[in-house]
């Protein structure tokens, strides 16, 4: 069990935010601490993955209130990119595919625009191929991948997986998986989530949006919240998602 | 005064322009002074295009008469070294170099296999293909820059290869275009003629030096024909990186015979307004074409693409694929006629016009035309502007690129698509490098 005395990584205060004018999220209180899984289900258009983009700096979102703190830092006053730099990750629930860029490449140049801003070191492409051959490994995926386009053409769960082999890649130290269970096969489940665990350390956390309790067999969760109506209306451990999975949604109230 | 005179009256001006860009010189070839004589007369009779005529409405060609070009006469001394950036380690012995439309013997190199003919016009004045095929295909009844060019006929650039001839260098044309005290028009010209079973690959390559630094104002007017005989294949890619302050007109017509193939790669970086014009006869059974676009322009810069896939036999096969990119102020056209004529039945014809328009003064008018007159063929064409998407974005974003990046990024994808194409891997790279250094750095 982590203890409570661990560092804390994230800490959403009151947050509430609006698209195209239309108030989605309304007061979402989390704290997440170093080496804790966070899981978040709840009923489709809660708010799930709007909260998802809106901690990863999406322009068409408007924060309306509240706050958010990650390591001692405000993230709303980030653009994305710089987020990603601070060690935020989002694997999105739909990846978005980018003909003309190959894969390999992209990963590289994000990679590389990474290590520039942690003061690494860069790779060129042949020492990068080592190293992306390795990262596939976690997530099982097949090196031809690499070669291909960003997600062009690739399957839905391919797309998850290869959004879990970019989380590897940029090491971040709060990863927010929106979906990325859905469209997994019942052994690329399996795997990817054997990834991710690979990935996981005392010094980073997870937040995994879903709505199968399946994952959860994989990656245990230190908290299960449930989201309804653009706010966090329950938490409980692990066995809430065998509750919600038995139950549904409507037994939950605030 | 009216307003219609003053118009009326500035149109009689530009006519008269056109005659002021004739030669007043003649060549020792008889039969070529005949031509220039013919065409010289078509120059005088046709009217300079303007935007009332539909196939000028958008490039606004009337801008270069406010410059009095001239004829180069004498080619400024270029050495090999100035030349270095353009020259491509793939065709090294298969070089033909024109300075300002003038042949420069010092700068080319043709050492070529047995079978294939690359020199220029007036080595060559009495080649019977040469003499047979000049001026057959690029027609200057109709056409004022064409009859300009063929007005002009001198040193142009003659590739004959013969029947079932495979060249495996590339064959490079590059026409250079300097810097000089005044403006000057040249008028490229080539005569690309591959015989029955005959292959090559064909490197159109239209530049300017100096590189950096200044961009001189000069007018080129360029023609090129290409008959590609039975069963004979030309890879053709043209690229267009022209002076920012240049005006180029090009034309080319292709006539292609039964079974034959012809790849179209056209690139255009260059000029401040320009205007390419492809004009293809599929005039035998089962040709297939290859057409591929791109135009990647920003500033002031128009740049007008015309092409015209002619299917008038049957079993004939065409795929075009043409792309803008449109920054600042810059305005891009396509226009893409498809003819499929009453005996070319079971034509596959594809066609596609795809833009991006990266700011919202820059401007993209695109006109796909299909004009089927036989029954039972397969023929799709679509269109679309697209700008760069906020989602992608977004996610390059999440991936931690800067915005800058993120659109160069997207942008050169974009853009590699139609590079992607060009079957020589420098000029592959050199045009990828292009791409990135215009939008800004990548990496
Ligand atoms: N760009 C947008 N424009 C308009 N409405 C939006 C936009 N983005 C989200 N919404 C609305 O916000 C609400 C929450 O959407 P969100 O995608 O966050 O739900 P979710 O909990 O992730 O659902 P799911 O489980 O189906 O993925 C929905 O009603 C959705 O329609
Ligand atoms: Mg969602």
Redesign the pocket.
């Known amino acids: 069990m982590i203890s409570s005395s661990s560092k804390i990584i994230l800490e959403v205060r009151n947050l509430s935010a609006s698209?195209?004018g239309?108030g989605?999220l309304k007061g979402i209180n989390l704290t997440v601490r170093a080496g804790e899984v966070h899981a978040i289900m709840?009923?489709?258009?809660?708010?799930?993955?709007?909260?998802?983009?809106v901690l990863a700096g999406h322009p068409?979102?408007t924060v309306t209130g509240g706050e958010v703190i990650f390591q001692g830092k405000n993230l709303l006053e980030l653009p994305p990119e710089e987020r990603a730099h601070a060690g935020v990750f989002l694997a999105f629930?739909y990846p978005i595919e980018i003909p003309g860029v190959s894969n390999s490449a992209f990963l590289r140049l994000a990679y590389n625009t990474l290590q520039a801003r942690r003061g690494g070191e860069d790779l060129d492409p042949l020492e990068f191929n080592d190293y992306i051959r390795e990262k596939s490994r976690i997530v099982e995926m097949d090196p031809s991948f690499l070669d291909r386009n960003v997600n062009e053409g690739f399957s839905g769960g391919e797309k998850k997986r290869n959004e879990i082999l970019q989380m590897a890649v940029l090491d971040p130290t709060l990863a927010i998986l929106?979906?990325t269970d859905s469209g997994l096969d019942i052994d690329a489940l399996r795997i990817v989530a054997s990834g991710v665990n690979k990935l996981m350390t005392p010094n980073n956390a997870v937040i995994m949006?879903t709505?199968y309790q399946r994952l959860l067999n994989y990656i245990t969760p230190d908290f299960v919240h449930v989201?309804r109506g653009?706010q966090i209306i329950k938490t409980g451990g692990k066995e809430l998602a065998l509750e919600l999975e038995t139950r549904g949604y409507d037994w939950v109230h605030a | 005064m009216s307003a219609a005179i003053v118009a009326s009256k500035s149109i009689a001006n530009h006519d008269a322009y056109l005659a002021g860009l004739l030669p007043n010189t003649t060549t020792p070839h008889e039969w070529i002074n005949t031509l220039r004589a013919d065409a010289a007369r078509r120059v005088r009779a046709l009217p300079f295009p303007t935007t009332r005529d539909e196939e000028w409405r958008f490039s606004d060609f009337s801008l270069m008469c406010k410059t009095a070009f001239a004829p180069a006469v004498a080619a400024p001394a270029l050495t090999l070294t100035d030349i270095a950036p353009f020259l491509l380690p793939e065709a090294v012995n298969s070089r033909l170099v024109f300075v300002n439309g003038m042949y420069a013997a010092h700068l080319s190199s043709a050492v070529l296999p047995a079978g294939v003919l690359a020199t220029h016009f007036t080595s060559k004045p009495t080649n019977e293909t040469l003499r047979t095929q000049l001026a057959r295909h690029a027609t200057f009844q109709h056409e004022a820059f064409v009859a300009l060019n063929t007005s002009h006929l001198h040193e142009g650039a003659l590739i004959v290869l013969s029947k079932n001839t495979a060249c495996a260098t590339p064959l490079h044309l590059l026409f250079i275009s300097t810097a000089n005290t005044i403006p000057v028009a040249s008028h490229p010209r080539c005569l690309v003629v591959a015989e029955s079973g005959s292959a090559c690959t064909l490197i159109e390559d239209y530049v300017c030096l100096p590189t950096v630094n200044t961009s001189p104002t000069y007018f080129t007017n360029a023609v090129t024909e290409i008959v590609i005989a039975d069963d004979a294949t030309v890879r053709h890619t043209r690229l267009q990186r022209e002076s920012l302050a240049a005006f180029h007109v090009g034309y080319a017509a292709v006539h292609l015979g039964r079974n034959s193939c012809y790849d179209s790669n056209s690139i255009t970086f260059g000029a401040r307004l320009s205007r390419y014009n492809l004009y293809i006869t599929q005039s035998a059974e089962g040709a297939n074409c290859t057409l591929n676009g791109l135009a990647l322009i920003s500033g002031r810069q128009v740049a007008d693409t015309h092409t015209v896939m002619d299917h008038t036999r049957p079993n004939g096969n065409s795929a075009q694929l043409h792309k803008c990119i449109v920054d600042s102020g810059a305005h891009a056209i396509f226009n893409g006629k498809i003819f499929v004529r009453k005996d070319a039945q079971h034509t596959n014809s594809t066609q596609s016009s795809r833009n991006l328009l990266l700011s919202n003064k820059g401007r993209i008018d695109t006109k796909p035309q299909l004009e089927i007159f036989a029954d039972d063929v397969k023929c799709a064409h679509g269109a679309t502007v697209s700008q760069l998407e906020t989602e992608e974005m977004f996610y390059l974003n999440s991936r931690g690129l800067n915005a800058n990046t993120a659109r160069n990024l997207l942008i050169y994808a974009f853009a590699e698509e139609i590079i992607d194409k060009v079957p020589i891997a420098s000029l592959k790279q050199h045009l990828s490098q292009a791409v990135s250094s215009q939008m800004g750095e990548i990496v």
């Open positions: 698209v195209a239309v989605i709840g009923p489709n258009g809660s708010g799930k993955s709007t909260f998802s983009k068409s979102y629930q929106d979906e949006v709505h989201m653009g």
